[in-house]
T-cell receptor
């Protein structure tokens, strides 16, 4: 069974540009969450999607957005990039249907974004 | 707002030692709690999931306990090996949003 796949693995962008990151969850998983990891702030929750609907959102500016497609694949977009957006962006998938074991999260390898 | 603290922040032990990593959280209304390991520059690998109704969960040399009422979880690693060197993160799960501590960076010296 394939794991969570994130593309691309590495990105270098210039301030002011926008970027789109992609996440393909484990087959059968309908929940996809996104996290930002920086040395200073650690892992912070961005948002969570289930069946194409955003269910939860973290405390990030509106420049950070996401969406989920009918096949559960998800994308996140960051517009008007700032130097502080440089981070490892991780996505996690789970079944998300509410059962106690359905919440176990599996993470991808992440996308390393560098803003210069 | 859930806050998670992991102690110690870093730990260095000789190979073969048993060790305990601690995790405390402020909101006991959690659904589950997961322990992860992260190697430098990589994603998170799920180690153990403890459901809120459980007190303990075991996988190989790993044993995790959960005391919801006191807001504590511990990860016990038996007979540590150099391959165990990584950052260990705990994450209580109130809904579908994991809240992470800063982790414990473990170094196992051969």
């Amino acid at each position: 069974k394939a794991g969570v796949t994130q593309t691309p693995r590495y990105l270098i962008k210039t301030r002011g540009q926008q970027v789109t990151l992609s996440c393909s969850p484990i087959s059968g998983h309908r929940s996809v969450s996104w996290y930002q990891q920086t040395p200073g702030q650690g892992l912070q929750f961005l948002f969570e999607y289930f069946s194409e609907t955003q269910r939860n959102k973290g405390n990030f500016p509106g420049r950070f957005s996401g969406r989920q497609f009918s096949n559960s694949r998800s994308e996140m977009n960051v517009s008007t990039l700032e130097l502080g957006d440089s981070a490892l962006y991780l996505c996690a998938s789970s079944q998300g249907t509410g059962g106690s074991l359905d919440t176990e999260a599996f993470f991808g390898q992440g996308t390393r974004l560098t803003v210069v | 707002k859930q806050e998670v603290t992991q102690i110690p922040a870093a730990l260095s032990v000789p190979e073969g030692e048993n060790l305990v990593l601690n995790c405390s959280f402020t909101d006991s209304a959690i659904y589950n709690l997961q322990w992860f390991r992260q190697d430098p520059g990589k994603g998170l690998t799920s180690l153990l999931l403890i459901q809120s109704s459980q007190r303990e969960q075991t996988s190989g040399r790993l044993n995790a306990s959960l005391d919801k009422s006191s807001g504590r979880s511990t990860l016990y690693i038996a007979a540590s090996q150099p391959g165990d060197s990584a950052t260990y993160l705990c994450a209580p799960l109130p809904s579908y949003q994991l809240t992470f501590g800063k982790g414990t960076k473990l170094s196992v010296i051969p």
